[in-house]
């Protein structure tokens, strides 16, 4: 028997591949991390700076200079959600800027990436409050541990034109 070759051959082949890859995509996303589920707690520290910011009303601007230094826990309380809180210092150019507690909620929708809702607080030397919602990378080893690489959009709230920065994190977290 011979294939007859169409016009549209190439086109379902096209289709095909694309069904094939979304395929392994969507399987890749949705496979459980382990056959074990987590620990629901879990230990956290970030190393975060800015790689770009805007005043209110400004122009972007690039790197701040910046360090955030956070430590904080979590807790899963479904198999995808979890609540967080962070503590810790900033410094700019190697001096001390402020202190901030850091609230957030963080939704693994797949066992390599999340998204999250972070809330930071400045209380020190003045209080301010902040917007970040944020997208992460991360992967688990059996050892329980957990490095992160994030990138945030940061929202100055209340305070007349909003200033915005893009942040990203590298973290290390572990399950207990």
């Known amino acids: 028997m011979r294939a007859v070759r169409g016009r549209n051959t190439g086109r379902i082949r096209f289709g095909?591949?694309?069904?094939r890859a979304?395929?392994?995509g969507s399987?890749?996303?949705a496979a459980p991390a382990g056959a074990a589920d987590p620990p629901p707690n879990y230990a956290a520290l970030f190393g975060a700076t800015t790689v770009a910011f805007r005043p209110g009303g400004g122009s972007w601007d690039g790197?701040?200079?910046?360090?955030?230094l956070t430590a904080g826990i979590?807790?899963?309380?479904?198999k995808t959600l979890a609540l967080e809180v962070d503590v810790g210092p900033t410094w700019i150019r190697r001096d001390y800027a402020s202190f901030s507690v850091v609230p957030g909620v963080v939704w693994a929708f797949s066992p390599h990436a999340y998204l999250a809702a972070?809330?930071?607080?400045?209380?020190?030397?003045?209080?301010?409050?902040?917007?970040?919602p944020g997208f992460g990378l991360s992967h688990t080893f059996a050892n329980g541990l957990t490095p992160?690489?994030?990138a945030n959009v940061v929202a100055r709230?209340?305070?007349?034109?909003?200033d915005l920065a893009v942040t990203v994190t590298l973290g290390l977290l572990y399950s207990f």
């Open 148 to 150: 992160i690489l994030e």
């Open 74 to 78: 979590g807790r899963y309380v479904s």
């Open 27 to 29: 399987f890749l996303l």
């Open 63 to 68: 790197a701040q200079h910046d360090l955030v």
């Open 157 to 162: 709230l209340g305070h007349g034109r909003t």
């Open 118 to 132: 972070r809330f930071p607080i400045a209380v020190d030397p003045e209080t301010a409050a902040y917007a970040a």
């Open 16 to 19: 095909l591949r694309v069904r």
């Open 22 to 24: 979304l395929t392994l």
